[in-house]
C-alpha cells in the first residue's frame, strides 16, 4: 500500500513538471520512468525514414509503433509526423494501441495520404476522440465521419499529398460515391462544431455529402481552396451556414465571390468575418451591406480589394443598428495590407456608432498610417473604448504620431509595434505616461531605435505589465532582475 500511495504521488509531480524535465526524470531510475510513462498525457512522435525495419513492424531489432505507444497507456493528446511509412499502416496501428480509446486530440501527419477505408476500419477505436487533424485524404469522402460520434473539430491540412508518388496513385482511384442521399429529411447531423479545409481544387468531388451533415457547424475555416467540393455554383454548401459564428477564407480568391454571397444570404449568426489575399469588392460590399451591422470582429488582408467604400458601408451600418436594442456593434477591426484604404474612410468608420464601439484595432502595414499625419490622433479620440492597438510593420510611424494617439488612449492594455523601424525610447516615454498605469501586454520586437535603457525604463515603471515581447539582447541585467521580481513574461 505505501509503495501505491509513493507512486501516486511521483505520478502528481511528474504531471506537474514542464516538459523540458522530462529527459532527467527519465534518468532516475527505470521506475521513475515507467512513471513517467504513466502520466504523460500529451506526446508528439517524428518517425524517422526507414532504414530497415518498418515502424509499424514487430521485428525486435528496433522499437515499433505499437510497442512505444504501449508504454503511454493514459495519453489522450497524440501527434504523429512521418515521411516514409504507409499512412494506413500507421493509423492501423494506432488504433490498436491501449490508449487509442483514451484519445481525445490526434493530430495526424504523414507524408503520404491516408484513404477513407482506414479511417471507417480504425473508428471504432477512436470512441472518445474530439479533434482530429490529418495531412491529406485520397479519395476525398468522409462518409467515415458518422462512426466518430464525439468528433468537433476536423482540420484536412491539405487535400493533396506531397509526394508525387501518390498523386499517380490518384488517378487510380475511384471517385466517391455519389453522396446525394435523396430524402434530406433522413438525414443525421454530424456532431462538428468546427472544420478548417485547405487545398480542396475546382475540380473535387466529395464534399456534398459533408455539407448536408454540418448543420450545427459554428467556425469553418478555407485555406488555399479553388472549390467547395460540390460543383461550380456550391449548391450544397449553404446548408452549412445558418448557425455558423465564424467564417475564416485564407487565399480563397477563386471562391470569394461565391461563398461572401453565400454567406450574405444564409449566415444569420455570423459574427466575426477573416478574409486574407483575396476578394472581391462587389461580393465583399454585398456581404456588408447583409450581415455588417452584426459582426463583433472584421478582419482584412486585401491588399487590392479593400477601398474607401467598404469601410462607409460599415459606417452606415452602425448608423441603422445603433437604435436597435441589444444590436451587434463592432468590437475588432484589423486591417493588414490594405493599400488603397485613406484617412476619410477610416474617419468616416471612427466617427460612426460602429467605430466609436472599437475596442481593438489594428492597421498593419497599411501605408495611410504613414502618409497621413494626424490621422491616429483622430481615430483614438473617436475610439473611446480602444483597449488594443497594433500598428505593425509600419516602418516610418514617428514617435510623435505614437505619442499624440496614446494621449487619447487611456484605456489601452495592449499594444504592438513590432517591426516599426523609425520609433525610439520616446515612444515608450509616451506609453509610460499616458498607459503606464494599465498597459499588460507590449510588443516591441525588430524596432532598433529602443535601446536596452527605455527597455529597463518600461519594465520598472509599468505597474500591470505581464508580457513583453523584446530581443533578449535588449534585456540588460537591471531589466532582467524587475523582470524576474514582476513576473513579467517574455516573448
Known sequence: MDMVLCDELVQEILRRLPPSSAPSVSLVSKRWLCLLRFSTTSLSLRIPPRQTTPIISTSNNSPSLPSILSHYPFLTDLTVVDEDNTADDLLLAIAAAACSSRLAHLRFLPASPLSPTALLSSSTAFASLTTLQIASLLPLSFRWLSFLPSLKTLSLVRSRPKH???????????????????????????????????????????????????????????????????????????????????????????????????????????????????????????????????????????????????????AADGVRDSGKAGGHQLAALRLHSCCLVTGDGLRSLARSPAGAAIEELALVNCDVVEKEPGLLTCLSQSMPRLRRLELSHNEALADKEVGSMLASCRDLVEIRVRGCRSLTGAALSSLLKHCGKQVEVVDITWCPGIAGDAVETLVMNACRLRQLMVEESKVNEAAAVWLSQKGIKIG
Open 164 to 314: 508525387p508518388s501518390s498523386l499517380r496513385q490518384e488517378a487510380h482511384q475511384p471517385p466517391p460515391a455519389a453522396d446525394d442521399d435523396g430524402d434530406r429529411s433522413g438525414v443525421m447531423l454530424l456532431p462538428l462544431e468546427s472544420l478548417s479545409l485547405s487545398g480542396i481544387c475546382a475540380s473535387d468531388r466529395g464534399l456534398s455529402w459533408l455539407w448536408r451533415r454540418c448543420g450545427g457547424l459554428r467556425w469553418l475555416q478555407l485555406r488555399a481552396c479553388e472549390g467547395t467540393g460540390d460543383g461550380p455554383s456550391s449548391p450544397v454548401f449553404p446548408l452549412c451556414l445558418p448557425g455558423l459564428l465564424v467564417l475564416e477564407l485564407r487565399t480563397c480568391r477563386a471562391i470569394a465571390d461565391r461563398v461572401l454571397l453565400h454567406a450574405a444570404d444564409h449566415c444569420r449568426a455570423l459574427t466575426s468575418l477573416l478574409l486574407y489575399d483575396g476578394g472581391s469588392r462587389d461580393a465583399l460590399h454585398h456581404f456588408i451591406h447583409r450581415r455588417g451591422a452584426a459582426l463583433r470582429t472584421l478582419d482584412l488582408r486585401l491588399p487590392l480589394d479593400l477601398h474607401n467604400d467598404h469601410l462607409f458601408a460599415i
